[in-house]
């Protein structure tokens, strides 16, 4: 009788051990926007990486796709990883990805459109796919969209247990002389994130990272 329970003790450690470790991984899959003279803003998306890659942990999952033309695509990922649970392999996972994103932001060309639309829906399969316990999608974009002729984005987004947070939102010319249209622009992504049940934040104090990860 002793061994039985002592064996269901042991059974249920280790079932209870798995599922901590899914439910405490996290997911993040970051959107760079590449378009008009927002391109030249994917030096700060570089330094959030950077921040993003001191603080995963083994287990965890971190991707980067460009947004352009058409974003709903595996094409447009620029560097995906899984963490190993080995320091010497992960760091050098690290230090891969790293290198890729720098190598993307000193070779890219603007693109013509916006799919912002397009990436997020890439995001959620990916991170679904990924199972990991908390999901993240970081939007660096000034959520300005703009679709080419034929592309349709009119579906719903499934974002529940999803946190979309917009990075560096920064002001178009003609938000200047009309804050307005920055106000409403930022208003009508939190109503779709949330119409989809995500979770929805800003952050343009760069200096602030840290809040990406903080407990609402």
Known sequence: MRKIVTFLIISFMIISGCTDTKTHSKG??????????Y???LKKAQSIISYLLGVLQPGDTLAVASIDTGSFSEKDIIAKVTFD???SISNNQKRVFQNTVNEFVSSVRSSSYTDISGGILQAIEYLNEANSGQKYILIFSD???ELAKGHIRDVPLHLTNFNV???NVTKLRTD???PKQYLERVEAWRAKVEK???NWRVINDLERLDNIFATR
């Open 165 to 167: 947070i917009a990075l």
């Open 85 to 87: 649970t080995r320091p």
């Open 196 to 198: 989809g049940t995500g």
């Open 176 to 178: 200047i002389r009309d």
């Open 39 to 41: 391109a030249m803003e």
């Open 28 to 37: 993040i899959y970051m959107l760079l926007d590449t378009s008009g003279t």
């Open 143 to 145: 959520l300005k969209e």
